[in-house]
């Protein structure tokens, strides 16, 4: 206490700041901290430090409430493979798959809903030409707007798994449509549409090529 | 990253542009005029600043003014800021009035912020105590200096490294962190005087 207190003010007042600094980092971490711990063992620091850690501890507390505990934040800077979110995106299942990649049923974490999210797969990314096709794909049907077409939400990019979410429809695959139909003329849906209109969004515009 | 980014490679330059995509939503999410936020969500405005940034990435990494999440942070609270003056015409005074500051926070969006942070508490056990603490916690914030305030904004909320807030505020890291313990002296007694009152 002695040497602590013949310190400069200045040089105190550094290690105080960086003591309060790496505490800072081990809340938002979501570290949970023994404060008597840390007093005894700092105890030139104990006075200041009694004071502010409620208001230091209270500020961690909230902010990780809004920004720390989405796992999100951890997830997207590492090169994981797809290990159930993807951005803005929790990966429920799969709800089927083709040539230009996965379709997963999905939660939309911000907005609390249900999407198709359809993805590439990964070493589809590494030429290219099927990323551009995959792009493509994703801004043609953005742009029409059309009841009997799947509605597409937004395209991203999460460690370099490329995906756009559509509107999730619930229904039949056109395959299983095609293996019910009885013989004879083609049977309506509740709209009067024929089974030609997309039942489902796997179908969704690779049935146009 | 940077460097691959700038030499051409493609999915390096997705991946920067998109590893920062929650921390920019976030940063919206803090100050979105709550007039505005059933019209527009935060994850189109960052689209739209990712999209901006895309666009000058070269210019960028051709100079690299800033570190590059605070270069992202720049425009996508710019787009922010056009977003706001775009639709409140009537207080286009108060946004430029906001605009000088550095951190670009409102008061309202700052009374607004308790309500939410009580709104994701967890259990309805800890409801009361965090709504308690959070009215308390807001109204220092309101009454703190701006540049105590701009302190505790990004190392808490926005959760901004050291390092970056360092090169926001173009002081030493060092110093940030001496302003840091500053400022939450300071909130320190103003939760303490309300306590009293």
């Known amino acids: 206490m002695n040497t602590s207190l013949a310190a400069p003010r200045s040089a105190l007042d550094a290690a105080f700041a960086d003591l309060v600094e790496e505490l800072t980092a081990r809340f938002h971490a979501g570290e949970v901290i023994d404060t008597d711990e840390i007093l005894r063992n700092h105890p030139e620091h104990a006075e200041r430090l009694r004071d502010l850690l409620p208001a230091l501890k209270l500020l961690a507390d909230l902010s990780t409430s809004t920004v720390g505990s989405n796992p999100i934040n951890r997830v997207t800077t590492n090169d994981e493979p797809l290990a159930g979110l993807l951005g803005d995106f929790r990966l429920i299942r799969e709800v089927g798959r083709g040539g230009m990649g996965i379709v997963y049923e999905a939660e939309q974490i911000s907005l609390n809903r249900r999407v198709a999210l359809k993805v590439l797969p990964f070493a589809a990314t590494m030429d290219p030409r099927p990323l551009q096709r995959f792009r493509n794909e994703a801004q043609a049907a953005a742009c029409l707007h059309h009841p009997n077409i799947v509605p597409v939400h937004g395209v991203g990019c999460d460690r370099g798994m490329h995906y756009y979410a559509m509107q999730l429809i619930e229904g039949q695959t056109l395959a299983e449509v095609i293996k019910n139909l009885t013989p004879g003329p083609l049977p309506e849906t509740g709209r009067g549409r024929t089974i030609f209109s997309p039942p489902h969004p796997l179908r969704g515009e690779r049935g146009w090529g | ?119 994701q508490a967890s259990g309805p056990s800890r409801r009361l105590e965090n709504k308690l603490a959070a009215r308390r916690l807001h109204q220092a914030l309101a009454e703190l200096s701006e540049r105590d305030r701009d302190v505790i904004v990004l190392r808490h909320l926005e959760q901004l490294s050291v390092k970056e807030i360092a090169a926001l505020l173009e002081i030493s890291p060092g110093a940030v962190k001496v302003r840091h313990v500053r400022a939450l002296e300071r909130l320190r007694r103003l939760i303490g005087e309300e306590d009293r009152s």
């Open chain 2, 1 to 119: 990253m940077l460097d691959r980014a700038a030499a051409g490679d493609a999915s390096a330059r997705a991946r920067l542009l998109s590893r920062h995509r929650q921390k920019l939503r976030n940063l919206i999410a803090l100050r979105l005029d709550p007039r505005l936020a059933a019209r527009f969500d935060p994850s189109d405005v960052v689209q739209e600043s990712l999209a901006e940034a895309d666009r000058r990435l070269a210019v960028y990494l051709n100079e690299r003014p800033m570190p590059f999440y605070l270069w992202l942070r720049e425009l996508t609270l710019q787009r922010l800021i056009d977003l706001h003056r775009r639709h409140m015409r009537t207080q286009k005074r108060t946004v430029r009035r906001e605009e000088a500051r550095l951190s670009y926070l409102s008061d309202d969006s700052i009374r607004q912020l308790g309500d939410r942070l009580i709104d």
